[in-house]
């Protein structure tokens, strides 16, 4: 191989690279936003449930949820910033899914609209998860997303049994 084309295949590699990190980071970037919004957006309808005055089991479940995401959001700013990104401080969400997919606020012991959109919400944010641990982006990101795992496993496993006692009192 000449000298020329040995420099050309050099700098054309070297190239690439810049551009790979590019792509890494606005995969990253991608994920931090999407982890982000689906935060905000389950902090923001379990505030609404313990406004509406739903039922005590209900209320326990929302402030837990209030509790935890509102940890993962700080731990997300944290591995965001590591992975040099920054978290969008609710940035453009859409409207809450409870309202926006017809699940008004209910004022009484239960609530299964508002737990089949929990349920919803909690598959896609595992899958969101397992992706991006067992992916390549940010190690920060990565640890993130694996710590956040078991606890959205939990809130899952709480909603599916909240929605199975909700519709066993609605439906005899």
């Given at each position: 191989?000449?000298?020329?084309?040995?420099?050309?295949?050099?700098?054309?590699?070297?190239?690439?690279?810049?551009?790979?990190?590019?792509?890494q980071s606005s995969n990253?970037?991608?994920?931090?936003?999407?982890?982000?919004?689906?935060?905000?957006?389950?902090?923001?309808?379990?505030?609404?449930?313990?406004?509406?005055?739903?039922?005590?089991?209900?209320?326990?479940?929302?402030?837990?949820?209030?509790?935890?995401?509102?940890?993962?959001?700080?731990?997300?700013?944290?591995?965001?910033?590591?992975?040099?990104?920054?978290?969008?401080?609710?940035?453009?969400?859409?409207?809450?899914?409870?309202?926006?997919?017809?699940?008004?606020?209910?004022?009484?012991?239960?609530?299964?609209?508002?737990?089949?959109?929990?349920?919803?919400?909690?598959?896609?944010?595992?899958?969101?998860?397992?992706?991006?641990?067992?992916?390549?982006?940010s190690a920060a990101l990565?640890?993130?997303?694996?710590?956040?795992?078991?606890?959205?496993?939990?809130?899952?496993?709480?909603?599916?049994?909240?929605?199975?006692?909700?519709?066993?009192?609605?439906?005899?």
């Amino acid at each position: 191989m000449s000298r020329a084309a040995g420099a050309l295949a050099l700098g054309l590699a070297l190239c690439a690279l810049p551009a790979a990190g590019r792509a890494q980071s606005s995969n990253d970037a991608t994920f931090v936003r999407q982890a982000a919004a689906a935060n905000e957006q389950a902090i923001r309808d379990a505030r609404l449930q313990l406004r509406a005055g739903s039922g005590e089991s209900v209320r326990t479940y929302a402030q837990s949820l209030i509790d935890d995401d509102s940890l993962a959001l700080v731990m997300l700013r944290a591995a965001a910033r590591d992975a040099h990104l920054v978290v969008p401080v609710d940035a453009s969400l859409p409207p809450s899914p409870v309202v926006a997919r017809g699940a008004a606020p209910v004022v009484n012991a239960v609530a299964p609209d508002y737990f089949r959109v929990v349920i919803a919400d909690q598959r896609q944010m595992l899958a969101l998860l397992q992706a991006e641990a067992s992916g390549t982006g940010s190690a920060a990101l990565r640890t993130w997303a694996a710590d956040e795992l078991p606890v959205v496993t939990r809130q899952l496993a709480q909603a599916e049994v909240q929605l199975a006692e909700a519709t066993q009192f609605t439906h005899p």
